[in-house]
């Protein structure tokens, strides 16, 4: 029997968010695809799923960046890429609001505030909860496009809100986003 290989993408891959998403990934026993990070995503689709298809074992996390860019940028491109290969399951996405302007955003299952307490609604850039609909950021809007991944939880900006998820303190916001996907899956 073949099996998928299952992955998490997160929708963040500066340098800050990187440190961060890998020391998350460690804490949740997965393996990240660390030449997936930058800003904007520095590798194309075929070759993230190639070493995707490479790593030792599941989950596999994804960054994807679109830096700042509201149009379909180059990590939004690789989202869809993913979302419809046959050979990955999508397990879910770490929605991560920005500040940029003039996107639809994405409706969130639920997201995780700065402060680790898991909200229905969606939350800004510092991991604040917000009124709105939706989350806003630059590389969430072909999340409602396609087939929908499982579970998409809205998070701030990794690394940062005001530190309360950096990697030297254990990346915990972010590793709470990794650890509630995994809990869905099962």
Not at 127 to 142: A, F, P, S, W
Not at 149 to 176: C, E, F, L, N, S
Request: hydrophobic fraction near 35%.
């Amino acid at each position: 029997m073949y099996n998928k290989r299952k992955i998490i993408v997160v929708t963040d891959g500066d340098r800050c968010a990187q440190r961060t998403i890998e020391k998350a990934v460690k804490n949740i026993g997965g393996r990240c695809i660390s030449q997936s990070g930058g800003n904007p995503t520095p590798l194309s689709a075929e070759k993230i799923i190639a070493l995707i298809k490479e790593a030792v074992h599941d989950p596999v996390v994804v960054m994807t960046d679109d830096e700042g860019n509201e149009n379909t940028g180059i990590g939004e491109k690789v989202i869809k890429t993913l979302m419809n290969h046959p050979d990955i399951e999508v397990l879910g996405v770490i929605a991560v609001a920005s500040n940029t302007k003039d996107v639809d955003g994405v409706h969130v299952d639920f997201s995780i505030d700065a402060l680790g307490k898991i909200t229905k609604k969606p939350v800004d850039k510092d991991g604040i909860e917000t009124e709105k609909e939706v989350l806003y950021g630059d590389t969430v809007d072909v999340l409602e496009k396609g087939p929908k991944p499982p579970v998409i939880i809205g998070i701030g900006d990794i690394g940062k809100m005001q530190g309360k998820d950096d990697w030297r303190i254990g990346a915990p916001i972010i590793t709470k986003a990794l650890n509630e996907i995994m809990k869905q899956s099962h």
